[in-house]
């Protein structure tokens, strides 16, 4: 069975830092990409991030660039997104989801359940 | 501001056919394909169409997907009770270069 657990949200000061991971399970995770998609409390989705199956090839959403980076340990089959210089408009709820094929950017096909990321002072 | 539009709204009763449009450019569903994904407040998403008009295992039928053009289009025929959700259409944007989603569409089953 297929399994994402994404952890490592919480509460951040503005400008501050956090590392989000995603533990998955229950396939070949390096045969598959990988995304971030977040979600702002009473609001729709937004896409962060995509990884390629292989960690070469990575995109980011204009309003993170710079300030997130996504990467993967195929060994641990891990999905990681370093978040710095946080903002309170980074406020959400952040899902990881594996994508239907290897290349970055395909439909995320199964998700975790989210972490919950806020920026206050 | 979404680069792909869909009605904030729809609905219908038990039994009833709904569809949902949403509304891109050449660079996004002009070129790419239209992924469709149905969301329970308080859960994660859940994918509901891909390829534009592909149902993963275990997706009912009564859900189907079509595009045309730069827009798109999810129908739910025979409506039922649990299929009242937020739903947002999403595809790969070549001049963005990046993934964008839907404003959404809820759905109410009156």
């Known amino acids: 069975e297929v399994q994402l657990v994404d952890s490592g949200g919480g509460l951040v000061k503005p400008g501050g830092s956090l590392r989000l991971s995603c533990a998955a399970s229950g396939f070949t995770f390096s045969s598959y990409s990988m995304n971030w998609v977040r979600q702002a409390p009473g609001k729709g989705l937004e896409w962060v991030s995509s990884i390629s199956n292989s960690g070469n090839y990575i995109y980011y959403a204009a309003s993170i660039k710079g300030r997130f980076t996504i990467s993967r340990d195929n060994a641990k089959n891990s999905l990681y997104l370093q978040m710095n210089s946080l903002r309170a408009e980074d406020t959400a709820v952040y899902f990881c989801a594996r994508g239907r094929i290897a290349v970055a950017g395909s439909a995320g096909d199964y998700w975790g359940p989210g972490t919950l990321v806020t920026v206050s002072s | ?110």
Request: charged residues 10%; proline residues 6%.
């Open chain 2, 1 to 110: 501001q979404s680069v792909l539009t869909q009605p904030p709204s729809a609905s219908g009763t038990p039994g009833q056919r709904v569809t949902i449009s949403c509304s891109g450019s050449s660079s996004n569903i002009g070129t790419n394909n239209v992924n469709w994904y149905q969301q329970v407040p308080g859960t994660a998403p859940k994918l509901l169409i891909y390829g534009n008009n592909q149902r993963p295992s275990g997706v009912p039928d009564r859900f189907s997907g079509s595009k045309s053009g730069a827009s798109a289009s999810l129908a739910i025929t025979g409506l039922q009770s649990e299929d009242g959700a937020d739903y947002y259409c999403a595809a790969w944007d070549d001049s963005l270069n990046g993934y964008v989603f839907g404003s959404g569409t809820k759905v109410t089953v009156l």
